[in-house]
């Protein structure tokens, strides 16, 4: 399970306050991508960056921010702007190549929990 | 932008039968389309992919077909077994639009044995 890694595993967080998510990812690769996931429903893309000091807004970016300062980091994060930040928080990062697709590899994920 | 829709929700299938996801998508630049497996607590993992130019691919137990005019895939799995349950969610991606993954809503597959 190496190669991309997040913390923490759990967070809590009162209403009100921004917390930071850690995505860290040795493999290399180029793009990095924020997913948020809700119970019975799909992954949503937050943000995403395919080069150091860029990123793009996804989805859902409202309420949340990111940063690209290193290659092998992009962390998340959840502003007191987003009105419902309880969810499953998942990172992903892959090559970038001329191919069809470029697999994207997760990590094990953030369970953030606003109480 | 692109919409994935998926069904059904859940799919209870008895050990040693098929099960079958299906799949639409709404934009016909959509060129690739995999198939991630998440297991209970686990992070999402590549199973399978199909390129728009292919109608069918197999890997052992599973398989996708794709039908690019009517825009719907679909995930078999054969013989089912108890270490098939878990989350299917299926995916499209217009490469040209950059790497971005929309993903359907998913499917929850509990494998009886």
């Known amino acids: 399970d190496g190669g991309i890694t997040q913390s923490p595993k759990y967070l809590f967080r009162k209403e009100g306050q921004n917390v930071t998510l850690s995505c860290e990812q040795n493999l290399n690769h180029d793009a990095m991508y924020w997913y948020r996931q809700d119970p019975g429903q799909g992954l949503r893309l937050i943000y995403y960056s395919q080069i150091v000091n860029d990123f793009q807004k996804g989805d859902i970016a409202e309420g949340y921010s990111v940063s690209r300062e290193k290659k092998e980091s992009f962390p998340l994060t959840v502003t007191s702007a987003q009105k419902n930040p309880t969810a499953f928080y998942l990172c992903a990062s892959s090559i970038i190549t001329g191919a069809p697709f470029n697999e994207q590899f997760f990590g094990p994920g953030t369970r953030l929990t606003v109480l | 932008g692109e919409n994935v829709e998926q069904h059904p929700s859940t799919l209870s299938v008895q050990e040693g039968d098929s099960a079958v996801i299906k799949c639409t998508y709404s934009?016909?630049?959509?060129?690739?389309f995999p198939w991630y497996k998440q297991e209970l607590g686990k992070r999402p993992q590549l199973i399978i992919d199909?390129?728009?130019?292919?109608g069918e691919k197999k890997d052992q137990r599973i398989a996708v077909t794709l039908n690019k005019t009517a825009k719907h895939f679909s995930l078999h799995i054969t013989e089912t077994q108890p270490e098939d349950s878990a989350v299917y969610f299926c995916?499209?991606?217009?490469?040209?639009?950059?790497?971005?993954?929309?993903f359907g809503g998913g499917t929850r597959v509990l494998v009886k044995p």
């Open positions: 934009d016909s630049a959509s060129n690739y």
């Open positions: 199909i390129r728009s130019n292919v």
């Open positions: 995916a499209a991606i217009n490469k040209a639009a950059g790497n971005k993954l929309t």
